[in-house]
């Protein structure tokens, strides 16, 4: 699991792709209201919850989402 996950960073840097961390970042902050401090909490939450989870993209568009790879 942990190479694979290097491995995709590895990829992504290559291609000058932002991690998926950062775009969710960006999204909070691009949201800027209430939507973008709710989501802000839930990401905390979930990432207490479970410090392991893996943050995905999907769809390369507004959505976002968390997994536990």
Request: aromatic letters at 6%; a positive charge; glycine letters at 6%.
């Amino acid at each position: 699991m942990l190479n694979v996950r290097r491995k995709k960073q590895k990829e992504r840097k290559e291609r000058n792709i932002k991690s998926p961390s950062r775009m969710i970042d960006e999204r909070i902050k691009e949201l800027g209201d209430w939507r973008g401090r709710m989501l802000s909490q839930l990401r905390t939450l979930i990432k207490q919850a479970d410090p392991e989870v893996v943050e995905e993209w999907k769809w390369r568009g507004f959505r976002c989402g968390l997994t536990t790879d």
